[in-house]
């Protein structure tokens, strides 16, 4: 079982950097794929980026290529997410998740919105 906690979420001007964290209490993280997702007003949640235990085999969606980037540090039980070049349509709330159960790729777990555990979300706003 996990117990996950975002954190770094705010409010930031177009163009800027954030860095959010996923903690997790509970067993090892580095056992199972960790995804980032978001929601925004009036939307459905989506697969921001994802990851996978071991290799840490990544998947990005389109609209967060080459700007945000995945990844683990599996001797705190972290999962992070660096975000550059927020765009006002980065905003939503962003949430982590664990995928405690073998899934094909990470891809799937992104774009069918795979969790078993989930954390309650951490705002971001980009707005100037």
């Known amino acids: 079982q996990y117990q996950l906690v975002e954190s770094g979420g705010g409010l930031v001007q177009p163009g800027g950097s954030l860095r959010l964290s996923c903690v997790a209490s509970?067993?090892?993280?580095?056992?199972?794929?960790i995804g980032w997702f978001r929601q925004a007003p009036g939307k459905e949640r989506e697969g921001v980026s994802c990851?996978?235990?071991?290799?840490?085999?990544?998947y990005y969606t389109n609209s967060v290529k080459d700007r945000f980037a995945i990844s683990r540090a599996n001797a705190n039980n972290t999962v992070y997410l660096q975000m550059n070049s927020l765009k006002p349509e980065d905003t939503a709330v962003y949430y982590c998740a664990v995928l405690s159960r073998p899934v094909t790729t990470v891809q799937t777990m992104c774009v069918q919105n795979l969790g078993n555990y989930w954390g309650p979300g951490t705002q971001v706003t980009v707005s100037s």
């Open positions: 509970g067993e090892a993280l580095h056992y199972y794929a």
């Open positions: 990851i996978t235990s071991g290799p840490g085999t990544t």
